[in-house]
């Protein structure tokens, strides 16, 4: 083998060993932000852990499906979609209950950004729809009346 | 053992819309038993969807998420006996999974 094949081969190893290893921290570091964000007590905590000091933009492109009253609060369906180009994740996020994180989708490019859930509703509350680019927050949000709460009424 | 996820889908021009619910409690850890003790937290927190074994969709959840989860997503460039895979883990470590052989 030639001196030059060496060298070429040597940097494709070395620059596949590194995409590796991004690859392989990426994941970790966002379960261990959600981990906490999870436990925040507050939508403005849960916001700081998840995202720190992203820049956020109210976004018309994300399509929120919420009731505008929950005649029960232990099961409110709920469906966010967008067009918005590059998303990597959706959050959903209840500003009045103990812990507001609900929860949060991880959209790989295989994905469609488009996904319906139930949540629980302590008592009425702006619901929050968050979407996550590489470089910016779109989000939405809409005001939930409940009727009976969902979370030990 | 944990009940398996139940999961139904419709392909539509390469594109699987799937609909999935998960048999679990979601205790939040707030409610009390009859007799007044606190019924410890025992929610999904890790749920994750694959096509044919490649991962295309991870959520994580707090215990806010309903009683018995429902679920509805759609993953792209899914063609006939394509196979979506979703397994969830909880709080517990407990977890479990399901599969549909899309038609």
Redesign the interface.
């Known amino acids: 083998m030639k001196r030059h094949d060496m060298n070429m081969n040597r940097r494709k190893w070395l620059s596949g060993m590194l995409a590796l290893g991004s690859a392989a921290l990426l994941p970790l570091r966002v379960l261990a932000d959600t981990k906490t964000a999870f436990k925040a007590t507050s939508a403005d905590a849960a916001l700081q852990e998840l995202f720190g000091d992203m820049p956020m933009e109210e976004s018309a492109a994300i399509t929120f499906k919420v009731p505008d009253i929950a005649e029960n609060g232990a099961v409110v369906p709920v469906s966010v979609a967008t067009d918005i180009d590059g998303v990597q994740s959706i959050t959903i996020m209840v500003d009045e209950n103990p812990n507001p994180l609900s929860a949060s989708f991880n959209i790989s490019p295989d994905a469609v950004a488009d996904i319906s859930t139930r949540v629980k509703m302590g008592k009425s509350s702006t619901v929050r729809a968050l979407v996550r680019t590489a470089d910016k927050i779109y989000f939405t949000s809409k005001e939930v009346k409940v009727t009976i709460g969902g979370c030990g009424g | 053992m944990a009940a398996e996820v139940k999961i139904r889908g419709r392909l539509s021009n390469g594109?699987a819309q799937i609909k999935s619910l998960m048999p679990h409690p979601?205790e939040?850890g707030?409610?009390?038993d009859p007799d007044g003790n606190l019924i410890p937290a025992h929610y999904i927190e890790t749920v994750t969807?694959y096509?044919n074994d490649?991962?295309?969709?991870?959520?994580?959840?707090?215990?806010?998420?309903?009683?018995d989860?429902?679920?509805?997503?759609?993953?792209?460039?899914c063609a006939p006996g394509d196979v979506i895979r979703i397994t969830w883990v909880d709080n517990k470590g407990e977890s479990s999974s399901g599969e549909l052989v899309l038609k």
């Open positions: 594109v979601m939040t707030t409610q009390r969807c096509r490649k991962e295309v969709l991870t959520a994580n959840w707090g215990a806010s998420v309903s009683k989860p429902y679920f509805a997503f759609q993953v792209k460039n």
